[in-house]
């Protein structure tokens, strides 16, 4: 049994002020940006170098107490809320560049620096960091939540762009894992164990991540079609034929809607795929014209292309401002946001089941998603005062799910399992479900470490 006072009371010894128990600051780091109810931690801890935070598990590992890690707290699944109690490590003050390697295309970074905090300090090397999941997410929840996004489609996911790492585990062993090596042969792959674990195997404090350089020529387009079909069948045609698209993003009618009135975009409100080109002048104009074409052949509209800065700052500001706008459509409603990612030739399939599951139920619903890699999100909104509406949306999320499962997909592309999606984990992954939870045993055998999250161990 975990004994808090005596948590709290040695954490103050050794952080001082740095260990808060401000209700204001608990509800802070105990709320998520979806539906869940609030779940403050007992104490919040400010760490500000990986010997504190190996500290501060050290501590809590004597007193059974849970630990969860904090970055900014933008997960949607739950996975930052302290649902048993204790501890949340705050990682916020953990926010500096190591060191660049500019010749080796690679940088060392603390948890705590969002993504594009590290790209503007990128600036002057000519590299940037490519993963881009919409919100302005820390480095180290990207790492442990193994983020994707709009550019996955050409960069990859943090698995592909994460070498190595520096984690505390639950004893508050300080361990290394990978190197800056670009691939290696040597030993179990801990580093991969490690990303997407969500805080439940160690805390994460420093990260080694791959760097590219920044493209010569970048373009920008947007398409309108007649209907989310059109769109898809688009999407899969590019990915099919090898055009290497940076973005492709779906967005539906109402999603467009959405961002006509949040970002004043003027475009017709029928669904759009927003696309970006990396490469040099020749190449960007060679796989917009290519785009082009292929929408046109699905009954695509206005294609519409741009190399110009400020457009492209306006289309992906309004992108990654979705979440915001269409919930501004209905002022006062909650949002659950889910995601799955399906294999790309069951995309339209599940796309269309999903829009029309929505339509028969009344239910307010957009859909949008970095479908290159066939990940889309649905975004229920419902009224609070109406918890039969959230009834709704929880039923057709999970449609959503077990529809992924059965085209080959997966419940989650990029938003993670935390609490919202651990009902799905045995139907996806069968006994390899227990050998997780096995793992989990082993790094931690209090299960201190963000307990309740991924996987069950009691």
Not at 68 to 89: D, N, Q, R
Not at 91 to 112: F, S, T
Not at 153 to 160: A, H, I, L, Q
Not at 336 to 348: E, F, G, Y
Request: with cysteine; hydrophobic share 40%.
């Amino acid at each position: 049994m975990s004994d808090i006072a005596a948590t709290i009371a040695e954490l103050q010894t050794l952080l001082g002020k740095r260990l808060n128990t401000n209700k204001a600051v608990l509800d802070q780091h105990g709320q998520s940006e979806t539906y869940f109810a609030l779940a403050p931690p007992d104490a919040v801890a400010f760490a500000r170098n990986t010997q504190e935070v190996s500290d501060i598990v050290k501590i809590c590992a004597k007193h059974s107490c849970p630990i969860i890690p904090w970055g900014v707290g933008t997960s949607l699944e739950g996975h930052a809320l302290a649902i048993k109690g204790g501890v949340t490590v705050s990682l916020a003050e953990m926010d500096k560049v190591v060191k660049v390697y500019q010749e080796d295309l690679l940088v060392i970074v603390q948890p705590g620096i969002t993504r594009e905090a590290l790209n503007e300090d990128l600036r002057a090397t000519g590299l940037f960091f490519p993963v881009d999941p919409g919100a302005n997410a820390t480095i180290g929840g990207m790492t442990a939540t193994r983020a994707s996004g709009t550019t996955a489609v050409r960069y990859g996911t943090m698995k592909e762009n994460v070498l190595a790492l520096e984690v505390v585990l639950a004893d508050g062993r300080i361990i290394r894992t990978g190197t800056r090596a670009k691939k290696s042969s040597s030993g179990y792959d801990l580093t991969n164990l490690m990303v997407g674990s969500e805080g439940t195997l160690g805390i994460i404090t420093e990260i080694t991540l791959r760097l590219q350089g920044q493209p010569d020529a970048i373009a920008a387009a947007v398409c309108d079609f007649p209907d989310v079909e059109a769109a898809v069948n688009t999407v899969i045609a590019a990915v099919q034929m090898g055009v290497p698209m940076a973005r492709m993003e779906l967005l539906d009618a109402s999603s467009m809607q959405a961002l006509n009135n949040y970002s004043q975009l003027g475009l017709p409100e029928k669904p759009h795929l927003f696309m970006e080109f990396h490469g040099s002048d020749a190449s960007v104009a060679e796989q917009s014209g290519l785009l082009k074409e292929l929408a046109g052949d699905m009954g695509g509209g206005d294609f519409q292309w741009s190399t110009k800065t400020e457009d492209r700052n306006k289309l992906w500001a309004a992108r990654h401002a979705a979440f915001l706008a269409t919930k501004a459509l209905k002022p006062g409603f909650d949002g659950m946001s889910t995601d799955v990612c399906v294999p790309i030739s069951k995309l339209a399939e599940a796309i269309t089941d999903t829009a029309k599951d929505a339509a028969d139920h009344g239910m307010f619903a957009p859909i949008l998603g970095h479908v290159g890699d066939g990940n889309y999100h649905t975004l229920f909104l419902t009224d609070p005062n109406k918890p039969e509406e959230l009834a709704i949306a929880q039923k057709l999320s999970h449609r959503m799910n077990t529809r992924a499962l059965a085209l080959g997909g997966t419940v989650t592309g990029e938003h993670g399992i935390g609490v919202g999606k651990m009902k799905y984990m045995a139907e996806e992954h069968g006994a390899a479900w227990s050998i997780m939870a096995d793992i989990k045993r082993t790094l931690d055998p209090q299960n201190i470490m963000n307990p309740g999250k991924v996987v069950q161990v009691n």
